[in-house]
């Protein structure tokens, strides 16, 4: 009787693979792990990014050392802070780019997403689903001016690629107006939005009708509103981020956002506002457009509005703009945006930032984070340029990229992560939950002058 060889190798690698699936589950259960477990954990996290997910990460890693023997691989958080797989803490101020605005694994966002998973996980796509609608409703209440009819995502790129596609169904206009040190995303639309020549040259042509304007200068963008009439290439919508998250925290100049709206309304265009960073809190209000006092035609959210526990994400829109998606509801449309658990997640997570009225607290410890970093820097302005920020949303910009990596790692080591940004890499930005307390900012601030006076100009 012959054997068929390769059905045995199959059979054979299929109970390999399950016993390492049993061994991984095994350790997700587990609320602790010891030291053995723990270095089985790392070593099988390097080799499987350098073999199988992206060997850069590696070398992008501040945590990774050549060959690997050492790396800080996350296993826990709460609150502010999140543990390695050797039980070091560390105080979060990178906040996973700006999602837990209410705290890591906050206990409220966590039972609303168990408890709906109890019951169900994912909707069927034919009947109407509860969540989607009351979530609609509460953002409607929440956002800036008429702000009325809300689509979901699972992401901010996602959340800017609905904008774009509502914004040239309104009007039929294919024309936008970016901005320099802008980042919308990675995907082909809201790459096209993105200003660094590094992530869009790769990718070229993307979609067509886009300009790129210096961010902050009205005048700039009043020609270029001029220009593009004059050649009958009418603006459709400007998008901006009303202060600039990964281009190193660029606050607008006063009134510049207002001057926006106002041509936008002459010409016609609307204003998509991109408060994937900014949004649900981070700069002392609910959303920067209510710090600008600038209602947009359509706003895009993402990061926090999950709460740190689900990938969620919306734009919200005026019915006028919204409306050409009436006819037909299935023009864009996504399978998993809006889903049970991502709505229960954003419900609880709206209902934390207003019950602790966490928005307020951003204002109020983001002013006295703010103030100490300045003191702490004095006598170091032949290496850090500027310190600046809106709430909890702060940058530190130095003179030369060398130094803010310094200065990261350096603090990294002694429990604080923080992290330059994709657009300014001279800056490292401090976005910690909005739960963060005074003691833990105290602890960021003699860390960063610590670091700040060990390392070389």
């Known amino acids: 009787?012959?054997?068929?060889?390769?059905?045995?190798?199959?059979?054979?690698?299929?109970?390999?693979?399950?016993?390492?699936?049993?061994?991984?589950?095994?350790?997700?259960?587990?609320?602790?792990?010891?030291?053995?477990?723990?270095?089985?954990?790392?070593?099988?996290?390097?080799?499987?990014?350098?073999?199988?997910?992206?060997?850069?990460?590696?070398?992008?890693?501040?945590?990774?050392?050549?060959?690997?023997?050492?790396?800080?691989?996350?296993?826990?958080?709460?609150g502010s802070c999140f543990k390695d797989v050797n039980g070091k803490e560390y105080i979060d101020c990178l906040g996973g780019f700006g999602i837990y605005n209410v705290g890591h694994r906050n206990p409220k966002v966590v039972k609303a997403v168990t408890d709906q998973l109890k019951r169900q996980a994912l909707h069927s796509q034919d009947l109407l689903d509860p969540l989607r609608a009351m979530l609609a409703k509460i953002l409607a209440d929440i956002t800036p001016g008429d702000l009325k009819y809300a689509f979901f995502t699972n992401s901010g790129t996602e959340s800017v690629e609905a904008a774009l596609k509502l914004a040239k169904m309104y009007s039929e206009r294919t024309t936008f107006i970016s901005t320099t040190r802008a980042f919308h995303g990675k995907s082909l639309g809201s790459l096209s939005g993105t200003a660094k020549g590094m992530f869009r040259k790769p990718f070229l042509p993307l979609i067509p009708g886009f300009r790129h304007v210096p961010f902050g200068d009205i005048d700039m963008m009043r020609k270029t509103f001029e220009v593009c009439s004059s050649v009958g290439e009418d603006v459709a919508a400007v998008i901006l981020e009303p202060i600039q998250g990964e281009g190193g925290i660029i606050l607008p100049p006063e009134n510049y956002l207002?001057?926006?709206?106002?041509?936008?309304?002459?010409?016609?265009?609307?204003?998509?506002?991109?408060?994937?960073?900014?949004?649900?809190?981070?700069?002392?209000?609910?959303?920067?457009?209510?710090?600008?006092?600038?209602?947009?035609?359509?706003?895009?959210?993402?990061?926090?509005?999950?709460?740190?526990?689900?990938?969620?994400?919306?734009?919200?829109?005026?019915?006028?703009?919204?409306?050409?998606?009436?006819?037909?509801?299935?023009?864009?449309?996504?399978?998993?945006?809006?889903?049970?658990?991502?709505?229960?997640?954003?419900?609880?997570?709206?209902?934390?930032?207003?019950?602790?009225?966490?928005?307020?607290?951003?204002?109020?410890?983001?002013?006295?984070?703010?103030?100490?970093?300045?003191?702490?820097?004095?006598?170091?302005?032949?290496?850090?340029?500027?310190?600046?920020?809106k709430g909890l949303m702060i940058g530190i910009e130095f003179h030369k990229d060398e130094t803010g990596y310094d200065v990261s790692k350096g603090m990294f080591d002694l429990g604080v992560l923080v992290a330059g940004t994709l657009i300014n890499s001279k800056t490292i930005r401090i976005e910690p939950s909005l739960t963060i307390r005074y003691e833990e900012v105290d602890k960021v601030v003699s860390t960063f002058k610590q670091v700040l006076s060990q390392v070389s100009v």
Not at 315 to 327: D, G, N, P, R
């Open 1 to 78: 009787m012959s054997i068929d060889l390769s059905s045995e190798l199959k059979k054979e690698q299929d109970k390999n693979v399950s016993d390492y699936i049993n061994k991984v589950l095994s350790l997700i259960e587990k609320e602790e792990i010891n030291e053995e477990e723990a270095g089985w954990i790392t070593k099988e996290t390097v080799d499987g990014f350098r073999e199988h997910v992206n060997p850069g990460f590696l070398s992008y890693r501040k945590t990774v050392t050549k060959d690997g023997q050492f790396a800080a691989v996350e296993w826990s958080d709460n």
């Open 258 to 389: 207002k001057e926006v709206r106002e041509l936008c309304d002459q010409f016609g265009a609307l204003l998509i506002f991109d408060e994937v960073q900014t949004g649900m809190g981070r700069t002392g209000k609910m959303f920067a457009a209510d710090l600008y006092e600038v209602v947009p035609d359509i706003i895009c959210l993402a990061k926090a509005f999950g709460g740190g526990v689900m990938p969620a994400g919306a734009i919200v829109a005026k019915e006028e703009v919204f409306k050409s998606w009436f006819e037909n509801p299935f023009m864009h449309t996504t399978t998993f945006g809006g889903n049970p658990l991502a709505c229960a997640a954003a419900i609880a997570t709206i209902g934390v930032l207003i019950e602790e009225k966490l928005p307020e607290r951003a204002a109020e410890v983001g002013e006295y984070f703010l103030e100490e970093l300045k003191k702490a820097a004095k006598g170091h302005e032949d290496k850090v340029l500027e310190i600046r920020g």
